[in-house]
Nanobody
Framework: QVQLVESGGGLVQPGGPLRLSCAFS????????VGWYRQAPGKQRELVAT???????NYADSVKGRFTISRDNAKNAVYLQMNSLKPEDTAVYYC????????WGQGTQVTVSS
């Protein structure tokens, strides 16, 4: 069974960077499209970035130009580089498979605050 584990969250000041990691296990990682999602307090979970098996990326308008999703198939990992962070980016961040969703992990908390 596919398992995804997020890490790398923390407290960062507005304008700062942060890099999240998603570790994948349980299947052939390279064939999957992977997405980063986030859920802020009191809001629905939203998809912020995706990367296909061949490296094509897509971003929500709210993060375009600031976030970069990437993958390393040799390490079975997906990353989310977040730059120019804003307080409204504060949320729990999750990774999952948009086309074939699996169980949600615990996510990693990102807090943007001075």
């Amino acid at each position: 069974q596919v398992q995804l584990v997020e890490s790398g969250g923390g407290l960062v000041q507005p304008g700062g960077p942060l890099r999240l990691s998603c570790a994948f296990s349980g299947s052939i990682f390279s064939i999957y499209t992977v997405g980063w999602y986030r859920q802020a307090p009191g809001k629905q979970r939203e998809l912020v970035a995706t990367i296909t098996s061949i490296g094509r990326t897509n971003y929500a308008d709210s993060v375009k130009g600031r976030f970069t999703i990437s993958r390393d198939n040799a390490k079975n990992a997906v990353y989310l580089q977040m730059n120019s962070l804003k307080p409204e980016d504060t949320a729990v961040y999750y990774c999952n498979l948009p086309i074939a969703p699996t169980s949600w992990g615990q996510g990693t908390q990102v807090t943007v605050s001075s």
